[in-house]
């Protein structure tokens, strides 16, 4: 069942209570579009207690510590085609899956606002089909590799349960709010306070702090 908004929280549109308990999976979707095997983590992660999975859409950054380089472009019709199957198999494990569709926009797409705004709009007529699906537009928007030139442009989702997007650690989610909003609080000071508390003094809707300190934050790597 999807995901909705019910007041300050998200729950299950059937009416039951959720608890967001999420994990990040950055590169799990290129890795199943690059046909690697990622059922041993996702039933890891459903073991291990998580219902809900952070994904990035896209991202180029070829730092040592970054992430590499996937770029919606160079997998054509197999990159809206695979998400249909993505979050089947996120779903075969009891898996939401939160979908960011920008991350490392301006080395990905640069400054072209109707191209990004034709690939949420994309991103969003996909994910309308799936229940498994919540929509995070952008990641940390704040930072200039994230700067997304068609943010305020985008449009709230209808049909599928969205974020406008976080900010850098402990920055204002950016608004304005759309479904629920998420809050970063890595590598902050007195952070096992403020992942909860600060999150939720933000507004009276659901927030979900959807990145907390890794261990590359905290130097253990």
Do not use: C
């Amino acid at each position: 069942p999807r995901l909705v908004r019910r007041g300050q929280f998200l729950g299950l549109e059937t009416g039951d209570r959720f608890t967001l308990i999420g994990a990040s999976g950055f590169t799990l979707y290129q890795q199943y579009l690059d046909s690697r095997p990622i059922e041993g983590v996702l039933a890891q992660l459903h073991t291990l207690g998580f219902n809900t999975v952070r994904v990035f859409g896209m991202y180029h950054n070829t730092h040592p510590l970054g992430l590499g380089r996937f770029i919606p472009a160079d997998y054509g019709s197999r990159y809206w085609e695979g998400l249909k199957g993505f979050y089947q198999l996120l779903a075969k494990h009891k898996l939401y899956g939160e979908f960011v569709v920008f991350a490392d926009t301006e080395p990905v797409m640069g400054g072209d606002i109707a191209a990004q705004v034709a690939h949420f709009e994309r991103v969003v007529t996909r994910l309308r089909f799936i229940s498994n699906a919540l929509l995070e537009a952008v990641n940390e928007a704040d930072q200039v590799i994230n700067r997304t030139a068609a943010l305020p442009f985008l449009q709230r989702p209808s049909g599928v349960t969205s974020s406008h997007g976080s900010n850098g650690s402990q920055a204002e989610p950016i608004m304005p709010y759309w479904d629920y909003v998420t809050f970063h609080t890595n590598d902050a000071f007195e952070e096992s306070r403020k992942v909860g508390h600060n999150a939720w003094e933000l507004w009276s809707g659901p927030s979900v702090t959807n990145e907390p300190s890794r261990a590359v934050d905290k130097g253990y790597y």
